[in-house]
């Protein structure tokens, strides 16, 4: 179990969808049973498998999500970001954690042991009818990954893998919107189950086109729009019409 070196501020808790609709005594119970700690770069924070002995959620950084099939080959689940949970819905589930928790860069954590927040649910019933709102979103999350695999081309699920990036961890950027932490294009090909040279072939392409920056650990989108638009399958727009003598 990680080991707690911060105190908790009430305020880390304002945002997270599973609190929403506590007051401030829910929030002054929940946050006093709950630890902080720093999470470097690279620490795994629970690993597939593992026994569910604690629930998480991002205060600051990035946490990747990832799982392994029976033949090694690895899927990127999701990314996590400030405000959000993870292991969480674990709890009701066995079998342990379905995926790896991994820092992605240098994170700050807020967690709570699984006992401890099934007393919380119990106290607080709005806990847990947020948590089966989270599990809900989750779940029609994983049925639009499920079609995308299913139906979708392989660019048009790069690109809508990218599109979900850059609306969750989008900065703006010189020229464009970069995603705010570090992404291979391994993690890609990961994400939508592909490999690492079609992913490679894709975003080369993509940026000869203007469409995309990529180098070994970043991303910048040069043309949202387009970027879009292939991500929805969308007709390329005509060129303009040439101007008359």
Known sequence: MPHASLRPDPAILHGMSLFQGLDAAAHADVIAKAHTRRVPRGEQIFAQGDPCHTCHALIDGRVKI????????????????????????????????????????????????????????????????????????RLQEMQVRVRELSTARVERRVAGALVRLVRQAGRRAEGGVEIDFPLSRQDVAE????????????????????????????????????????????????????PGP
């Open 66 to 137: 990832q799982q392994t099939g029976p033949d090694g080959g690895q899927a990127v689940m999701r990314f996590v970001g400030p405000g959000e949970m993870f292991g969480t819905l674990a709890m009701f589930m066995s079998g342990g954690y379905p995926a790896d928790a991994v820092a992605v860069v240098d994170s700050v954590e807020i967690f709570w042991s699984a006992e401890t927040m099934q007393g919380l649910m119990r106290r607080h019933p709005d806990i847990a009818l947020n948590s089966l709102t989270m599990l809900g979103a």
């Open 191 to 242: 994400m939508t189950g592909t490999t690492l040279h079609t992913v490679s072939r894709i975003m080369s392409a993509w940026e000869e086109q203007g469409i995309v920056e990529s180098g070994r650990q970043h991303v910048i989108v040069r043309k949202p729009h387009a970027l879009v638009s292939l991500a929805e399958d969308l007709p390329a727009p005509k060129p303009a019409p040439k």
